[in-house]
């Protein structure tokens, strides 16, 4: 079936950078287009970050945009996001989901991986 | 950059209707489909409700969603213990070109 699997998560201090990584299995992944979605501790979800199904565009949540960059290797079946000088409301759990035409929606999501910013 | 407003949270007891509102703008819920989330504690969201009003398979039909203007919201009949958990609707905005999700809304059965 199909599966997203995050990594990369881990504890950085402030003004470092981490990579975090999406792993899909089980799906044609190249068809479609894929988000990522954090929550960080007893809030609600925050949209991040969207790449297209082939990588030609690429849209960014206005609290992470020219700190973060969505790509995407499929050949690899492997989304990325970069994070660059992370700040303390960073701390989160990272989603990624694929979004699906068919549902207009994100019907697939990852276990989730968590970063937390701190000294 | 959430555009989507919902109540902080709603309740019922078991077997009761609870409904949760999602109010937007012209830009998003006016402009695209919606869809709705449901997130039981310590795991990942899972779509409850796509295209306005469809169920993805596997979802009970006890759930229902509707859409009018810019506004939409999320019916829970026959409340069970089970969906004692957190609600977020979400679209895609045209304006601001992100997809945007809603505040979200914690049930509780009681």
């Known amino acids: 079936q199909v599966q997203l699997v995050e990594s990369g998560g881990g504890v950085v201090q402030p003004g470092r950078s981490l990579r975090l990584s999406c792993a899909a299995s089980g799906v044609t992944f190249s068809n479609f287009g894929m988000h990522w979605v954090r929550q960080a501790p007893g809030k609600g979800l925050e949209w991040v970050a969207v790449i297209w199904y082939d990588g030609s565009k690429k849209n960014y949540a206005d609290s992470v945009k020219g700190r973060f960059t969505i790509s995407r290797e499929n050949s690899k079946n492997t989304l990325s996001l970069q994070i660059n000088s992370l700040i303390a409301e960073d701390t989160a759990i990272y989603y990624c989901?694929?979004?699906?035409?068919?549902?207009?929606?994100?019907?697939?999501w990852g276990q989730g991986t968590t970063v937390t910013v701190s000294s | 950059q959430s555009v989507l407003t919902q109540p902080p949270s709603a309740s019922g007891t078991p077997g009761q209707r609870v409904t949760i509102s999602c109010s937007g703008s012209d830009s998003n819920i006016g402009s695209y489909t919606l869809n709705w989330y449901q997130q039981v504690p310590g795991t990942a969201p899972k779509l409850l409700i796509y295209n306005n009003n469809q169920r993805p398979s596997g979802v009970p039909d006890r759930f229902s969603g509707s859409k009018s203007g810019t506004s939409a919201s999320l019916a829970i009949s026959g409340l069970q213990s089970e969906d004692d958990a957190d609600y977020y609707c979400a679209a895609w905005d045209d304006n601001l070109h992100v997809f945007v999700l809603g505040t979200g809304t914690k049930v509780s059965v009681l």
């Open positions: 989901a694929r979004f699906n035409g068919a549902y207009n929606g994100l019907d697939v």
